[in-house]
């Protein structure tokens, strides 16, 4: 970083990249021990696992390249053209019945939108 930056507040994935990296650095605290994803997806009974959700588009944050998406593509096949840029807008989403969507972190979404977890 030379220097750049003096303090960070991130997430797991970003000190471990760092590190991977050849960035030294210090990480002060990690608060949760992991990073709390979700993705809902529209009702439908062909969906009840991750894996049912191949093929369809889903809305993500652009930090999944480097947090749960590369699991997404080695356990269940998903490829980069199964995403889609998510900007905090549902619009897209609500749209495309067929679609997934990443709720943001921190986020309660009661809806009647299915989640999917494994």
């Known amino acids: 970083m030379g220097g750049g930056v003096d303090l960070f507040m991130g997430y797991g994935m970003a000190a471990v990249n760092t590190i991977a ?8 605290a990690a608060i949760f021990q ?3 994803w979700c993705l809902i997806a529209h009702p439908n009974p062909a969906i009840k ?3 049912d959700l191949k093929g369809k588009p889903i809305y ?3 930090s999944t390249k480097i947090t ?3 699991l997404l593509e080695a356990k269940y096949g998903f490829t980069k ?5 998510y900007n905090f807008n549902p619009a ?3 749209i495309d019945k067929n679609s997934a969507q990443q709720v943001p972190q921190g986020g309660s979404q ?3 939108f299915k989640s999917i977890t494994e």
């Open 34 to 36: 992991k990073e709390p």
């Open 92 to 94: 897209a989403f609500l």
């Open 21 to 28: 990296q050849g960035i030294a650095k210090i990480t002060v």
């Open 110 to 112: 009661k809806s009647k």
């Open 49 to 51: 696992t991750l894996a």
């Open 81 to 85: 053209a199964h995403k889609r840029p």
């Open 60 to 62: 993500v944050f652009a």
């Open 68 to 70: 749960y998406w590369p």
